[in-house]
């Protein structure tokens, strides 16, 4: 299974940004599909999987999925600073995949 993530850039604060999430090769229960984010000097954390959220985001970010394009989207609404990371997807039920290259939002004041 490969995870692509993508959608990603520089956004002011208060902006708003689409994350895309794309699963290839073997079947992938994109329901487990989760996004985490790695800000700089920080480990991985996980913000949004099955309907739940981090506090830090709740409220402002969105899951999405489109089974047709087996695809996971995170809507991302009132940027802070203190969103700027490196956004990951990936499984987060059951054994994870190879960790993807990830997509990198950075939020400016």
């Known amino acids: 299974v490969q995870l692509q993530a993508s959608g990603g850039g520089l956004v002011q604060a208060g902006g708003s940004l689409r994350l895309s999430c794309a699963a290839s090769g073997s079947p992938v229960n994109i329901d487990a599909i989760g996004w985490y984010r790695q800000a700089p000097g920080r480990q991985r954390e996980l913000v949004a999987a099955?309907?739940n959220y981090a506090d830090s985001v709740k409220g402002r970010f969105f899951l999405a999925r489109d089974n047709a394009k087996n695809t996971v989207y995170l809507q991302m609404n009132s940027l802070k600073p203190e969103d700027t990371a490196v956004y990951y997807c990936?499984?987060?039920?059951?054994?994870?995949?190879?960790w993807g290259q990830g997509t990198l939002v950075t939020v400016s004041s």
């Open positions: 990936n499984d987060a039920l059951g054994t994870q995949f190879t």
């Open positions: 099955i309907g």
